[in-house]
């Protein structure tokens, strides 16, 4: 597509319950990456996928989330028996490769609420 | 521990002026930096990089400063527009390596007609 798509864009959901929210980079893009933005903070990294594999995990924050990748495109990300401190913005980017010397194209996130 | 630092989370500017925007580091192996705009509800867009080999870099109205010795960078908007009233995200990294830009909080600009 023409840029990063992510959905839902906005997600409800009840404490406990799980989710999974959707990345779908743009095409030909090699490395994708997961951040969050919760109230009044900035982008904390989440995980990031060369092709299919996920050299760097380290900012998960629990092991209640996980990410997979499939076919070198789309992501998914899932977080398990969630909690309300989970509530933030999701973004997914994608770069046509790994390195920050190649800019990242942001999706618009995915708004999660835990109620 | 923040490694990259945006200490003022909100700036107002008339419109027409320059709007500077300020950001430091405490990682000395960073050696990339970007800046990122930010509308609501949408998701960031890249502004401007640069690479600590410069101490400027300029692109239309928008430039970036950085002054390693200080571990501090700043972008400078000349002349401010109210459309520039965005979130800027100030972001870094090491050059070359496979992983993942860190980011600042952010500094919510309002350009005032």
């Known amino acids: 597509g023409a840029g990063v798509s992510q959905s839902p864009s906005n997600k409800v959901t009840e404490k406990g319950k799980d989710v999974e929210l959707r990345c779908d980079p743009i095409?030909?893009?090699?490395?994708l990456y997961w951040y969050r933005q919760s109230l009044g903070q900035g982008l904390e990294f989440l995980i990031y996928?060369?092709?299919?594999?996920?050299?760097?995990k380290s900012g998960l924050p629990s092991d209640r989330f996980s990410a997979e990748r499939t076919g070198g495109s789309v992501s998914t990300l899932t977080i398990q028996r969630t909690q309300q401190e989970d509530s933030a913005v999701y973004l997914c980017?994608?770069?046509?490769?790994?390195?920050?010397?190649?800019?990242?194209?942001f999706g618009s996130g995915t708004r999660l609420t835990v109620v | 521990d923040q490694q990259v630092k945006q200490n003022s989370p909100s700036l107002s500017v008339q419109e027409g002026r320059i709007s500077i925007l300020n950001c430091d580091y405490t990682?000395?192996?960073?050696?990339?930096f970007l800046w990122y705009k930010k509308y609501p509800a949408e998701g960031p867009t890249f502004l401007i990089s640069?690479?600590?080999?410069?101490d400027k870099n300029e692109d239309g109205r928008f430039t970036v400063f950085l002054n390693k010795s200080a571990k501090h960078l700043s972008l400078h908007i000349v002349p401010s527009q109210p459309g520039d009233s965005a979130v800027y995200f100030c972001?870094?990294?090491?050059?070359?390596?496979?992983?993942?830009?860190?980011f600042g909080k952010g500094t919510k600009l309002s350009v005032k007609p």
């Open positions: 095409s030909g893009h090699t490395a």
């Open positions: 996928f060369q092709g299919n594999s996920a050299p760097d």
């Open positions: 980017a994608s770069s046509l490769r790994t390195g920050s010397n190649y800019g990242y194209t």
């Open positions: 990682n000395s192996m960073f050696d990339y």
């Open positions: 640069i690479s600590s080999i410069k």
């Open positions: 972001a870094a990294s090491k050059s070359g390596s496979q992983g993942n830009l860190i």
